[in-house]
């Protein structure tokens, strides 16, 4: 019997999630870092085997949000998992913040959907920290499972997808196997170039840039790319280009140089940085970023 289904990947901000879809599929498909509020996107991962299909929904961090982007962000964590056949809830056993964690429990314990808790970062902790932590979720009594992982070290996540698949439904095959992701071309670029960035700068930075790709032109063995990068400030397009461009110039070498292996052809990226004031909060900014605003 073939199973196949949707996994809504939830939790707060940093907890994992992305490094979770990408060690499960394989492939990085969602951006990764150390900072807060790294994935604004639905994105979804797709696992395949003989015998079922999983497509993982990776979402952004539920968070208190502050600006229009911020709302979008957890409207679409929220929503994604109202279809989805499992909800993932992920915490960070390292790092328990209980207050935040309740936040993200209230979003999404009233849908119908098997409610697993898949505790991460276990790689981090005592046994006996893990232990009183199982207890503790295990007396909320909301979880039909709940499964200690880490997804960095990729414990305990054969575990995870045998319990995942016990609970799926027969199903079709809805993607053909050599697909990992949904996402466009020009997505996973512009996603590129913002990991890069949320590497290199500090405080606010990485979460006032926008990016988008305006062009691209492609050939068999090469790719032109131009790309805008939006700030909210004049004092931060300074920060984007660095002394003398130097920052945009690593920015750049170092984005060049991971397209090359993900589209396995020679990259040429120019970057025109632009300071377009409060731009989380504009429609239309946002509309153009790909962002669904009533
Ligand atoms: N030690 C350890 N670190 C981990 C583990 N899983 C993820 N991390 C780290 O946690 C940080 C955040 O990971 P992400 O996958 O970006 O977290 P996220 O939940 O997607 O974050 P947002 O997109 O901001 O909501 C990164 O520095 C990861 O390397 C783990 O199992 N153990
Ligand atoms: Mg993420």
Same mark, same amino acid.
């Given at each position: 019997?073939?199973?196949?289904? +949707?996994?809504? &990947?939830?939790?707060?901000?940093?907890?994992? *999630?992305?490094? /979770?879809?990408?060690? !499960?599929?394989?492939? %990085?498909?969602?951006?990764?870092?150390?900072?807060?509020?790294?994935?604004?996107?639905?994105?979804?991962?797709?696992?395949?085997?003989?015998?079922?299909?999983?497509?993982?929904?990776?979402?952004?961090?539920?968070?208190?949000?502050?600006?229009?982007?911020?709302?979008?962000?957890?409207?679409?964590?929220?929503?994604?998992?109202?279809?989805?056949?499992?909800?993932?809830?992920?915490?960070?056993?390292?790092?328990?913040?209980?207050?935040?964690?309740?936040?993200?429990?209230?979003?999404?314990?009233?849908?119908?959907?098997?409610?697993?808790?898949?505790?991460?970062?276990?790689?981090?902790?005592?046994?006996?920290?893990?232990?009183?932590?199982?207890?503790?979720?295990?007396?909320?009594?909301? +979880?039909?499972? &709940?499964?200690?992982?880490?997804?960095?070290? *990729?414990?305990? /996540?054969?575990?995870? !997808?045998?319990?995942? %698949?016990?609970?799926?439904?027969?199903?079709?095959?809805?993607?053909?196997?050599?697909?990992?992701?949904?996402?466009?071309?020009?997505?996973?670029?512009?996603?590129?170039?913002?990991?890069?960035?949320?590497?290199?700068?500090?405080?606010?930075?990485?979460?006032?840039?926008?990016?988008?790709?305006?062009?691209?032109?492609?050939?068999?063995?090469?790719?032109?790319?131009?790309?805008?990068?939006?700030?909210?400030?004049?004092?931060?397009?300074?920060?984007?280009?660095?002394?003398?461009?130097?920052?945009?110039?690593?920015?750049?070498?170092?984005?060049?140089?991971?397209?090359?292996?993900?589209?396995?052809?020679?990259?040429?990226?120019?970057?025109?940085?632009?300071?377009?004031?409060?731009?989380?909060?504009?429609?239309?900014?946002?509309?153009?970023?790909?962002?669904?605003?009533?």
């Amino acid at each position: 019997m073939f199973k196949s289904g +949707f996994v809504s &990947i939830v939790g707060r901000p940093n907890v994992g *999630k992305s490094t /979770l879809v990408n060690q !499960l599929i394989g492939k %990085k498909v969602s951006i990764v870092s150390y900072k807060p509020q790294t994935t604004r996107d639905v994105i979804r991962g797709i696992y395949h085997d003989q015998d079922c299909q999983i497509i993982f929904t990776d979402t952004p961090g539920i968070h208190k949000s502050e600006d229009l982007l911020g709302e979008i962000m957890n409207t679409n964590a929220a929503n994604v998992s109202s279809d989805a056949e499992i909800i993932i809830m992920l915490v960070d056993a390292s790092n328990p913040s209980t207050k935040s964690d309740k936040y993200v429990l209230e979003k999404i314990k009233n849908q119908q959907s098997p409610l697993f808790l898949v505790l991460n970062k276990i790689d981090q902790i005592s046994k006996k920290d893990l232990l009183d932590q199982l207890t503790y979720y295990g007396s909320l009594q909301c +979880f039909q499972e &709940i499964i200690p992982i880490s997804a960095l070290k *990729k414990d305990n /996540l054969d575990h995870l !997808l045998e319990v995942i %698949k016990q609970y799926l439904p027969e199903g079709p095959q809805y993607f053909p196997v050599d697909m990992v992701s949904d996402h466009s071309q020009s997505f996973r670029i512009a996603e590129t170039i913002r990991e890069k960035i949320l590497f290199l700068t500090q405080e606010e930075v990485p979460y006032s840039i926008g990016v988008y790709c305006e062009n691209i032109k492609e050939t068999e063995k090469r790719m032109a790319i131009q790309a805008i990068v939006l700030v909210n400030r004049e004092s931060q397009k300074g920060i984007i280009i660095g002394e003398n461009g130097q920052m945009l110039k690593k920015i750049i070498q170092w984005t060049q140089k991971d397209l090359k292996e993900q589209f396995q052809k020679s990259i040429r990226l120019e970057i025109y940085v632009k300071a377009y004031k409060n731009w989380r909060n504009n429609t239309r900014i946002l509309k153009m970023l790909g962002y669904e605003v009533e």
